[in-house]
């Protein structure tokens, strides 16, 4: 069974046959190859006509030797074009005989070539091309060609390859870093509007707190005043209501007399002791008497016969006659 193998082919451009930019145009051919081939080619192909090889197509092949250095020759094929341009009865392996110059070059690319009909290119033409591919790779030990311009462009490369992942994964580390900064930005808003909605809250808890203790300490007030003036109408009616049941407080009584309406009957003397302070014939105006009253639980005086006094010394002043 036959295994399907991938071959990936680099087209450069043509070389003109004359001189004219013909250095220019090999180094663009270069620069071509070592851009599109790195790390290396396993095969490269020279192609040029078999019907009229000129000393202009040996000095190309010359100067791609010495771009890619000698050790190049293990890598290459030539391809004859034309084919059908040979004379009858020629073929490809007489046309390279004829020419010294070809033949030694062949010899030095260790006869690696063919030849192609431009007319007609058949399957045989290139199954013969990849089995002399296949047999050149392997006796290279599947190795493709290289050389110091190609590992200093390979080195390029993988050091670009890096500097891409570097800014790439920069890039990402960049734009995660950046989500994440537009997410706590989001959260530190979130967490601000909480605030500030907590703030307001507490404000008009506050006011509400505030306004409620005015209100309590202006009904505490006025259920204050409102007590002071029940108590003070209440007890305004309770002392209306006492002194109108209250009788009148009478004082005590003060006897004034002449002398001789003071002197005590015989039944009075059994009762009274009496202490008389005689006045003086100076004292003209009038004369003090001080009556202590005596009860004894035999007394018979009749109550109406002598005035009521109470158990306490009772000073009379009596008038002058």
């Known amino acids: 069974m036959n295994q399907a193998v991938k071959i990936s082919v680099t087209d450069t451009m043509g070389v003109c046959s004359t001189r004219e930019d ?38 190309i092949i010359e100067l791609i030797r010495s771009m890619f250095g000698s050790n190049a020759v293990r890598y290459c094929i030539f391809i004859f074009t034309h084919e059908d341009q040979l004379e009858p009865g ?30 007609n290119v058949t399957e045989e033409k290139i199954k013969e091309l990849i089995e002399m591919i296949n047999k050149m790779v392997t006796e290279n030990n599947d190795e493709y060609y290289t ?13 670009e390859k890096k500097q891409r992942v570097f800014e790439e994964e920069a890039k990402q580390s960049e734009m995660e870093r950046l989500r994440q900064e537009k997410k706590n930005l989001e959260q530190e808003l979130a967490n601000e509007r909480l605030r500030q909605k907590n703030t307001q809250h507490e404000d ?26 029940v108590v003070h109408a209440a007890k305004k009616c309770v002392d209306d209501h006492f002194k109108e049941k209250k009788p009148a407080r009478t004082s005590a009584p003060v006897l004034s007399a002449s002398r001789s ?14 202490s008389s302070s005689v006045p003086t014939a100076s004292d003209s105006t009038s004369e003090q008497i001080q009556i202590t009253s ?3 639980a035999t007394s018979s005086v009749a109550k ?9 010394k009772t000073q009379y002043t009596p008038q002058s006659p």
């Open 22 to 59: 013909h250095d220019a145009i090999a180094q663009l051919i270069g620069e071509q190859i070592f851009e599109e081939t790195s790390p290396g080619p396993h095969a490269i192909l020279i192609v040029c006509r078999i019907d009229r090889f000129t000393s202009l197509d040996e000095e």
């Open 90 to 119: 020629d073929t490809i392996q007489k046309c390279v005989k004829k020419s010294n110059r070809v033949h030694s070059l062949m010899h030095q690319y260790q006869n690696r070539y063919l030849s192609i009909n431009n007319k």
């Open 147 to 159: 050389n110091a311009e190609y590992q200093r462009i390979e080195l390029l490369r993988q050091f």
């Open 204 to 229: 008009v808890l506050k006011q509400q707190s505030h306004l409620e203790e005015e209100l309590y300490a202006g009904a505490k007030n006025a259920l204050s005043s409102l007590l002071d003036i």
């Open 261 to 274: 309406q003071l002197i005590p009957s015989p039944a009075v003397k059994d009762h009274l002791k009496i």
């Open 294 to 296: 005596v009860r004894t």
């Open 304 to 312: 109406n016969s002598i005035p009521q006094y109470s158990d306490h």
